[in-house]
């Protein structure tokens, strides 16, 4: 799941980098040890799971990327958001 970080600390350790804010990809399956990645991604970065910016794809369903992120194929397409100018990532995955 991708978890948003407001933590000097641990931004430090996981990102390298000093930053208030950072966003980690965390990774946990029953056979490894957990991963943990730094994003480059803004920290204002939203994968929402449903609205309008992210269109139906077909044979692809819209994923929720804050909860577990089952294993699959995956498409992200950037999709900017015109009102609020934040970054917007649709995260599909192959049914």
Do not use: W
Not at 2 to 9: A, L, N, T
Not at 35 to 40: E, G, H, Q, Y
Not at 64 to 89: A, K
């Amino acid at each position: 799941f991708v978890k948003q970080i407001s933590d000097k600390q641990s931004c430090m350790y996981f990102c390298k980098q000093i930053a208030e804010r950072c966003t980690v990809l965390y990774y946990d399956a029953e056979e490894i040890a957990p991963i943990v990645k730094c994003l480059s991604i803004s920290y204002l970065t939203t994968f929402p799971s449903a609205g309008t910016l992210c269109n139906a794809i077909d044979d692809y369903a819209l994923q929720d990327f804050y909860n577990d992120i089952p294993q699959g194929n995956y498409i992200l397409i950037s999709r900017p958001n015109p009102t609020t100018q934040v970054p917007t990532v649709c995260a599909y995955r192959h049914d």
